[in-house]
């Protein structure tokens, strides 16, 4: 039940203007949760890393159709999947063409970046969501490992959307990703992951010939 994770939030300091559910928009460890792109599970050793936090250095956007099987997966799961912060609301009907659950989606605005971060890192912990997405301004080490430390508390993935510039400064984080657009998809290079560094490349083909 998702009740006692929005009650808290609210009652802890989230105002109920900044917080929805996505039913109300359609209202009339060591785990690894594969994919959805059999490529870049071969890159990440088999998967998104469960209870643990990844970076997706990119330009704004590149990184969420990358994640969109796995908000499908969890979502079908019937886990909840947070949203923190996006540049924009998230938009429906592609998540639906996507196989994203509507109705198990929870977004938290924020007024301040302290705000945001408290947010997310209840929603990490709470065991009760499958995947937190969340965009950041800037993040010290230390607010980067308490994010990497709920993920794992709660057992989640948790994504921080990152901008490229971010990559240069090191990073708690168990998984990062270094995002570039390609002509037919998106080329992945693993700076990190979890049991060693990076190093591999791939494409990543979103779009079909």
Known sequence: MAAPLIDKLVAEGVDRRLLWRGRELHSPGGDVVPSGWPVLDDCLGGGWPRGALGELLSRRGLGLSLALPLLARESGAGRWIGWVAPPQSPFVP???????????????GERDAAEGLWAAEQMLRSGECGVVLIWPGHLTSAQI???QLAAGAGNAIGLLFRSLRDAAQPSPAALRLRLLPAPLGVEVEVLKRRGGWGGRRCLVPLRQR
Do not use: E, K, N
């Open 94 to 108: 592609a998540l639906v063409q996507g196989g994203v659950d509507p109705a198990r989606l929870l977004l938290v």
């Open 145 to 147: 490992r308490r994010l």
